[in-house]
């Protein structure tokens, strides 16, 4: 019929438009990717995990630049995970039909639940970028890495030290102590000049 709209429904999944001019490479995975986004297990995993990614920083791999400051890395990765669960949620029920997450999906385009969304999502990043700033101007993270080293330096001299205590090498224990410290005075300078460099300061307009 003349003039007849033969646009596909408004809501109806790209998969199923763009599917017969995929490569057949392509067409295969399609059904398979289909398959996985309707597990729910799937989907937990997809929403838990990436929330899960701070535990190996912080408790597992014990990284001292997160260590310095794992509120700010929480919140910063929280928001990131925030912004990708809602990319995955407004984006994938239009190539994939999951009941589910079309619910989901109504719901988040509602205003009052976007707004919502959005203030949780730029509050997050703006604390993040806070502690950033903070940990900046005080050298947490510089802090971090030298009490490390320090840590490590001393845990082998006491095991030296008791060693050449229990050998009864007295002025060789001595002469470790004496060097323990030297570098815990070189230490201390080190961070009293790094205070010096970055002085606390009122911010001021002009």
């Given at each position: 019929?003349?003039g007849?709209?033969?646009r596909p429904?408004?809501?109806?999944?790209?998969?199923?438009?763009?599917?017969?001019?995929?490569?057949?490479a392509?067409?295969?995975?399609?059904?398979?990717?289909?398959?996985?986004?309707?597990?729910k297990?799937?989907?937990?995993i997809?929403?838990?995990?990436?929330?899960?990614?701070?535990?190996?920083?912080?408790?597992?791999?014990?990284?001292?630049?997160?260590?310095?400051?794992?509120?700010?890395?929480i919140?910063?990765?929280?928001?990131?995970?925030a912004?990708?669960?809602?990319?995955?949620?407004?984006?994938?029920?239009?190539l994939?039909?999951?009941?589910?997450?079309?619910?989901?999906?109504?719901?988040?385009?509602?205003?009052?639940?976007?707004?919502?969304?959005?203030?949780?999502?730029?509050?997050?990043?703006?604390?993040?970028?806070l502690?950033?700033?903070?940990?900046?101007?005080?050298?947490?993270?510089?802090?971090?890495?030298?009490?490390g080293?320090?840590?490590?330096?001393?845990?082998?001299?006491?095991?030296?030290?008791?060693?050449?205590?229990?050998?009864?090498?007295l002025?060789?224990?001595?002469?470790?102590?004496?060097?323990?410290?030297q570098?815990?005075l070189?230490?201390n300078?080190d961070?009293?000049l790094?205070h010096?460099?970055?002085?606390?300061?009122?911010?001021h307009s002009g």
């Amino acid at each position: 019929m003349a003039g007849e709209d033969t646009r596909p429904p408004f809501g109806e999944p790209a998969v199923l438009l763009l599917r017969n001019n995929l490569t057949p490479a392509v067409s295969t995975f399609v059904p398979v990717l289909e398959k996985l986004l309707r597990s729910k297990i799937v989907i937990w995993i997809l929403i838990v995990l990436p929330g899960l990614w701070p535990v190996w920083p912080i408790f597992i791999q014990h990284d001292s630049t997160v260590l310095a400051d794992p509120l700010k890395y929480i919140l910063h990765h929280l928001g990131f995970t925030a912004c990708v669960l809602l990319a995955v949620v407004l984006t994938v029920p239009l190539l994939v039909p999951i009941h589910a997450l079309e619910a989901v999906k109504h719901w988040v385009e509602e205003p009052l639940t976007h707004g919502i969304i959005m203030v949780v999502i730029v509050t997050l990043a703006v604390v993040a970028g806070l502690r950033h700033g903070y940990n900046q101007q005080m050298a947490h993270s510089e802090h971090a890495k030298q009490f490390g080293r320090m840590s490590e330096l001393f845990d082998a001299a006491q095991t030296h030290l008791s060693a050449q205590l229990d050998a009864g090498k007295l002025e060789d224990g001595a002469a470790l102590l004496r060097e323990l410290g030297q570098e815990a005075l070189e230490e201390n300078g080190d961070w009293v000049l790094l205070h010096r460099e970055r002085p606390l300061e009122v911010p001021h307009s002009g």
